[in-house]
């Protein structure tokens, strides 16, 4: 929460300074993304806060465009949190057999 509220005092620093920085909305930089995760220089996964959703989509995640925050939390139980393997299933570790998970929501 604490990074949250910091993200969003820098976000109205920005666009007073620069009204510009606003047109495009307030994005919550949610999670590292598949780089961060690896300990490579890469960007984030983000959350446009002003969409009225419940589900809202996440944008930045790799080779899944417009997936939602529920459907990411989805394949990632089922995968043992290492939602990538979904993409080589047949090359994912063995150990990984015992994580994964069909979450119920």
């Given at each position: 929460m604490q990074?949250?509220?910091?993200?969003?005092?820098?976000?109205?620093?920005?666009?007073?300074?620069?009204?510009?920085?606003g047109e495009d909305g307030f994005f919550f930089d949610f999670a590292p993304?598949?780089?961060?995760?690896?300990?490579?220089?890469g960007a984030t996964h983000d959350i446009e806060m002003a969409q009225n959703a419940a589900d809202p989509v996440l944008h930045g995640v790799?080779?899944?465009?417009?997936?939602?925050?529920?459907?990411?939390?989805?394949?990632?139980?089922?995968?043992?949190g290492m939602p990538g393997w979904s993409f080589k299933p047949d090359q994912a570790p063995a150990a990984l057999a015992a994580l994964r998970v069909r979450p119920d929501f």
């Amino acid at each position: 929460m604490q990074h949250l509220r910091e993200s969003w005092d820098d976000y109205q620093d920005a666009v007073e300074d620069d009204p510009e920085v606003g047109e495009d909305g307030f994005f919550f930089d949610f999670a590292p993304d598949e780089l961060h995760k690896a300990n490579i220089s890469g960007a984030t996964h983000d959350i446009e806060m002003a969409q009225n959703a419940a589900d809202p989509v996440l944008h930045g995640v790799s080779g899944r465009p417009g997936i939602t925050l529920v459907a990411y939390l989805r394949v990632s139980i089922a995968w043992g949190g290492m939602p990538g393997w979904s993409f080589k299933p047949d090359q994912a570790p063995a150990a990984l057999a015992a994580l994964r998970v069909r979450p119920d929501f």
